[in-house]
T-cell receptor, first 112, second 112 residues
Framework: GENVEQHPSTLSVQEGDSAVIKCTYSDSASNYFPWYKQELGKGPQLIIDIRSNVGEKKDQRIAVTLNKTAKHFSLHITETQPEDSAVYFCAASKGGYQKVTFGIGTKLQVIP | GAGVSQSPSNKVTEKGKDVELRCDPISGHTALYWYRQSLGQGLEFLIYFQGNSAPDKSGLPSDRFSAERTGGSVSTLTIQRTQQEDSAVYLC??????????FGEGSRLTVL
């Protein structure tokens, strides 16, 4: 089955700096790669996703890149703010209503 | 409500007792997923339901775990003869046809 590895497990950045989280996946048939943000005591919430027919997608301060050949994808957050502090999960799926496999999560701390 | 609703939000039980966790998905979402999140760990897939298809139970950790979904809506996750290692947050999510998972806030289970 699919295996998603994520790193780093923790990340501290100064407010205003950029943060990058990287993930790799094992199943070349995966074609849908979402990123979720989980705040304390809440369920994860989708922040951005990318499908295998594109290499990069941006939404304001957040961007995701995908390299299907290398089977890795990354989340980039620019101009970080304290409210970006949370746990971020990457995930991979074959699309449709298939199982969604998550990485172990990255705890991001933005220091004011 | 508009979101995924889970109950109870917190459950403390004694080792060996059975517990039931309930999930009420977003109306109209045909796919429903259960995940387990242990302290400091990622999201471990347990089971998912899609329409009238047979559920994918490949993530259930033992035969003490079972789940059902009645009428294509509400789902119940049952853990029999609970063990201390079952202590975790159990998250339910329903999924749109574009792939986005909408998570509930979880049920925190503590087995003493």
């Amino acid at each position: 089955g699919e295996n998603v590895e994520q790193h780093p497990s923790t990340l501290s950045v100064q407010e205003g700096d950029s943060a990058v989280i990287k993930c790799t996946y094992s199943d070349s048939a995966s074609n849908y790669f979402p990123w979720y943000k989980q705040e304390l005591g809440k369920g994860p919430q989708l922040i951005i996703d990318i499908r295998s027919n594109v290499g990069e997608k941006k939404d304001q301060r957040i961007a995701v890149t995908l390299n299907k050949t290398a089977k890795h994808f990354s989340l980039h957050i620019t101009e970080t703010q304290p409210e970006d502090s949370a746990v971020y999960f990457c995930a991979a799926s074959k699309g449709g209503y298939q199982k969604v496999t998550f990485g172990i999560g990255t705890k991001l701390q933005v220091i004011p | 409500g508009a979101g995924v609703s889970q109950s109870p939000s917190n459950k403390v039980t004694e080792k060996g007792k059975d517990v039931e966790l309930r999930c009420d998905p977003i109306s109209g979402h045909t796919a429903l997923y259960w995940y387990r999140q242990s302290l400091g760990q990622g999201l471990e897939f347990l089971i998912y339901f899609q329409g009238n298809s047979a559920p994918d139970k490949s993530g259930l950790p033992s035969d003490r775990f079972s789940a059902e979904r009645t009428g294509g809506s509400v789902s119940t996750l049952t853990i029999q003869r609970t063990q201390q290692e079952d202590s975790a947050v159990y998250l339910c999510a329903s999924r749109t046809d574009t792939g986005e998972l909408f998570f509930g806030e979880g049920s925190r289970l503590t087995v003493l």
